[in-house]
Antibody
Framework: QLQLQESGPGVVKPSETLSLTCTVS??????????WGWIRQPPGKGLEWIGS???????YYNPSLKVRVTISVDTSKNQFSLKLSSVTAADTAVYYC??????????????WGQGTMVTVSS | EIVLTQSPGTLSLSPGERGTLSCRAS???????LVWYQQKPGQVPRVLIY???RRATGIPDRFSGSGSGTDFTLTISRLEPEDFGVYYC????????FGQGTKLEIK
């Protein structure tokens, strides 16, 4: 059974870079059928897609975050990572890693990590 | 960017009643690529409906999705106690955006 697990610091200082890693277990990140992405949810608020990556390294980003976001993949470790630069309090949220198909009618965020809370605070 | 607006913000209903949740898009959603999710407190979202009207595996048939273009609806025919939570619509026809959610609460 495929599982995703986020890891990284729970607190990041304003203006610094948020860095998270998602470890995939129970399956290969190099599957040709799937994309791997990041979604966040501020406390008590809704969901926001941040971006996604294919195992080859092809990336797609939310236009509103694109200038600050970098998503990368390490197939040897079965991991993918998120970097979000110049963070402010508005970036405080639960960050989820997800899997989706990336195309077609079935392209939904089907598998989610448990989420990790990141607080931006000095 | 396609903006999704969900209504109502909060829906208060009793078990056994019918629930109707709306999702309106700022422009037509390509290929009706519209997904509905359910999120319960402390849990991750769960896919209910793909492609505006196709139920995901294991989802009870009391959940149904309809609509096309800019107007979509999630209907829960007879509410069960476990159906209460927050429901999100999401489109993937042009990038990926979510609605702000509808909270379905017990009346």
């Amino acid at each position: 059974q495929l599982q995703l697990q986020e890891s990284g610091p729970g607190v990041v200082k304003p203006s610094e870079t948020l860095s998270l890693t998602c470890t995939v277990s129970g399956g290969s990140i190099s599957s040709s059928s799937y994309y791997w992405g990041w979604i966040r949810q501020p406390p008590g608020k809704g969901l926001e897609w941040i971006g996604s990556i294919y195992y080859s390294g092809t990336t797609y980003y939310n236009p509103s975050l694109k200038v600050r976001v970098t998503i990368s993949v390490d197939t040897s470790k079965n991991q993918f990572s998120l970097k979000l630069s110049s963070v402010t309090a508005a970036d405080t949220a639960v960050y989820y890693c997800v899997r989706h198909t990336g195309s077609g009618w079935s392209d939904a965020f089907e598998i989610w990590g448990q989420g990790t809370m990141v607080t931006v605070s000095s | 960017e396609i903006v999704l607006t969900q209504s109502p913000g909060t829906l208060s209903l009793s078990p056994g009643e019918r629930g109707t949740l709306s999702c309106r898009a700022s422009q037509s959603v390509p290929s009706n690529y519209l997904v509905w999710y359910q999120q319960k407190p402390g849990q991750v979202p769960r896919v209910l409906i793909y492609g505006a009207s196709r139920r995901a595996t294991g989802i009870p048939d009391r959940f149904s999705g309809s609509g096309s273009g800019t107007d979509f609806t999630l209907t829960i025919s007879r509410l069960e106690p476990e159906d209460f939570g927050v429901y999100y619509c999401q489109q993937h026809g042009s990038s990926y955006t979510f609605g702000q959610g509808t909270k379905l609460e017990i009346k």
